[in-house]
């Protein structure tokens, strides 16, 4: 029960954007349960961990990101917080442990040097401009953050709380109240 109530808290957008020697996640704070109601909309899904070194974003089944992020976080402890390293670690844990894989989640993960994104499916990207985003307003924000990186001056951080703000406008699973943690 416990689990199948979990599946139904969703609705977010994390959006990463690296420009210049900045690297930045930002996410909105709305829960929803179901198709229907806002469960919650000050959650915050954007945090540091590893002695505040790496900035975290997590979107899809709320329990299920906390555990990814959980695993993640011993990967970077045991890696010595090579970030890289430990997504792709945590990656192939995915993949391979039976729990693991039913974990309906999707990360951005970040520190100073790089951005990437891990999948639902255990891969890891890295995004090819510099920007990318997760959730349902994801492909809203991504669209956004690529039209004012290529269009105007602004800096990273501005570039994805700009963003948020747009997908929020446009999607019902994405709310005002954001957080932005920039490395």
């Not at 994390?14 to 109601?37: F, Y």
Request: glycine residues 10%; contains cysteine.
């Amino acid at each position: 029960m416990e689990k199948e109530f979990s599946r139904l808290l969703k609705g977010t957008t994390i959006v990463g954007v690296k420009k210049g020697d900045s690297c930045v996640i930002a996410g909105d704070g709305q829960i929803t349960l179901g198709e229907q109601v806002i469960c919650k909309a000050t959650a915050v899904k954007v945090r540091r961990i590893f002695d505040d070194k790496v900035v975290i974003g997590f979107a899809g089944s709320v329990a299920d990101a906390f555990s990814l992020s959980e695993k993640f976080e011993k990967m970077l402890n045991k890696f010595s917080g090579n970030l890289m390293r430990s997504a792709v670690e945590l990656a192939m844990l995915w993949r391979s442990d039976k729990m693991a894989r039913k974990l309906e989640a999707f990360m951005l993960v970040a520190d100073k040097d790089n951005l990437l994104m891990i999948s639902g499916m255990g891969d890891v990207i890295e995004p090819e401009n510099g920007i990318c985003a997760i959730g349902s307003g994801g492909n809203f924000a991504l669209a956004a953050a690529r039209a004012l990186a290529q269009n105007t001056d602004l800096p990273a951080k501005d570039i994805a709380r700009k963003a948020l703000e747009i997908a929020g406008d446009i999607c019902v699973f994405t709310n005002g109240n954001i957080v932005v943690e920039e490395v």
